[in-house]
């Protein structure tokens, strides 16, 4: 899983990366530091910097007085922001402190030297008691990650690579559910089908708030995953806030968690329809994520529907993070004749069009249920076969991760995974932060949660349209 490290938000987390490397930029541009030798690196240390030799600091200018004053204006903003603004924890000393030097500093930076801020770096080393080259290390790694704005890009530490890959088709030890952050908590974008958290009540949209009683406050997902997962059988305690903004502590007993990524029947309800009966006539297929074994389950859920004489064919790709694009392709190409599935613009200004081949094995009708938790792979799937005239999608808008990101290997075992590309639908259209509008939308409500029908309404919903597609074909 591709996880960006996260500190109390994204602005500043990126502010505080950078105040250490400012105030250093600052004391050489008024003289404070007058010469600084840095040993030589080896090349079996070539991701690290030896410490300099020698600091000799000279000259201890007093500011002019005219710009002291004029940045005087700057406490009268903090006192202000500090007495009123809403949120107390977003305007502390270090947070403005770091802020205002971003600022000035971004108004003098025109290159990329590594040797000056590693210089730089040692200087805040050598003259902060509380700071550890570790914890100046990751804010610099921070602050360069969050410069990118982009949500899909992130640091891998070697530690972490373990976990990189989740969409391979082997099991680990763990609660079983998918992960992301608001830039402040991490939040549970879906729980897998019959997994240890979804028996014990995870839901989609879950926000962490505590694990085993400590404060989740500012964890990364990958520090929030390092904790919660562990051995099959022993347990874990999550305070979560419901999407409806009640608390909960949750226990879930850990266990072995396979991937399999298609069920035939919905998540925790019977495939029943309005009015209580078991629908023998129209096919469930639930897709949980997308690894490299979907299409062939796909594909032989699919046949057994045929064999079973299915009328239509309900896809399920509620709160599915999406997975491997090769195996998204080859998926949605089952379904489609022609046409575009998607197309993926570059850097470079290149663009790849990815177009249907004659493969398609069913002419049922279909429909497809998403949810704002359907992500990446699973937004490509809907989009393409909606605008190719294939498929009635309802339910919610999805959640907009339509990026193209490859993990680009770095020398210390770790990597920086990246957005290389955008990725757009059959008509056009942006997927990333925009995500897919349904052609029949069916919102889950709180009087659909107080009578106890939040389980069936979109599959019912879903029937009902698969009814009247199949009886269409039939005339």
Known sequence: MALKPTGP??????????????????????????????????????TSV???????????????ADLLASLGLLTEMRDVLQEEFF??????????QAGALAGLIGATATEFDVEQLASLAQ????????????????????GLIDAT????????????????????????????????????YVIIIAPFDGSPAAKAGIQPGDKILKI???EALGLSVQEAVDIIRGPSGTPVILRVEHTDGTTEDIEIIRGEIPLLTVSTTPPGAAFTDRTGEAVQDIAFIRIARINPNTPDEVRAAVVEAESNGAK???FDVRSNPGGLLNETVEMTDMFLTNGIIYSAAYRDGSEVVERARPSQITEL???IIQDPYSASGAELFAAALKENNRAIVIGETSYGKGSVNNAFPLSNGGAIYTTIARWFTPDGNLIEEKGIAPDVQVKLTMEDFEAGTERYKLVWAAVDIARELAEQISE
């Open 9 to 46: 938000s994204a602005l500043q987390q990126s502010l505080i990366g950078l105040s250490a490397i400012v105030i250093a930029v600052l004391l050489v541009l008024i003289g404070f530091m007058a010469r600084i030798v840095t040993e030589p690196a080896t090349e079996s240390q070539r």
């Open 50 to 64: 030896a410490p300099p030799a020698e600091i000799v600091t000279t000259d201890s200018r007093e500011p002019d």
């Open 87 to 96: 949120d107390p924890d977003g305007v502390t000393d270090r947070t403005l």
């Open 123 to 142: 200087l805040i080393l050598d003259t902060t008691s509380d700071l550890t080259t570790e914890a100046l290390i990751t804010e610099a790694i921070n």
């Open 149 to 184: 704005d982009d949500r899909n890009t992130t640091y891998i530490t070697p530690e972490e690579m373990r976990y990189s890959d989740d969409n391979s088709d082997g099991n680990y030890e763990g609660i079983g559910a998918t992960v992301d952050s608001d830039g402040e």
């Open 212 to 214: 085993n009683g400590e």
């Open 312 to 314: 239509a064919i309900i």
């Open 365 to 367: 009708p279909i429909v």
